[in-house]
């Protein structure tokens, strides 16, 4: 069974960093494409970053410049480094394989003002 494993939430104060980590089990992670989705109370999910199979990556227009998605294929591990953070960036953030249509549990980032 394949699965991905989020980590790396936590509670940071604005301005500062995280990074997020997605491990991806099986066979899947070298040609999937892989991206990071957020949501927060009350708000729809919604796209942050995502990564290809040769390392192009798109970002929400709200993330640009302050997150970078990336991927470690010898370890089949995706992240998001968060830098900049701010209050409404604060959601639940999932890990998503794009084509085996694939979600991780989720892990909470929560930024306090």
């Given at each position: 069974q394949v699965?991905?494993?989020?980590s790396g939430?936590?509670?940071?104060?604005?301005?500062g960093s995280l990074r997020l980590s997605c491990a991806a089990s099986g066979s899947i992670f070298s040609?999937?494409?892989?991206?990071?989705?957020?949501?927060a109370p009350g708000?729809?999910?919604?796209?942050?970053?995502a990564i290809n199979s040769v390392g192009s990556t798109n970002y929400a227009d709200s993330v640009k410049g302050r997150f970078t998605i990336s991927r470690?294929?010898?370890?089949?591990?995706v992240y998001l480094q968060m830098n900049s953070l701010k209050p409404e960036d604060a959601a639940v953030y999932f890990c998503h394989a794009f084509q085996?249509?694939?979600w991780g549990q989720g892990t909470q980032v929560t930024v306090s003002s």
């Open positions: 699965q991905l494993v989020e939430g936590g509670l940071v104060q604005a301005g040609i999937d494409v892989m991206g990071w989705f957020r949501q708000k729809q999910r919604e796209l942050v970053a470690d294929s010898a370890k089949n591990t085996s249509k694939l």
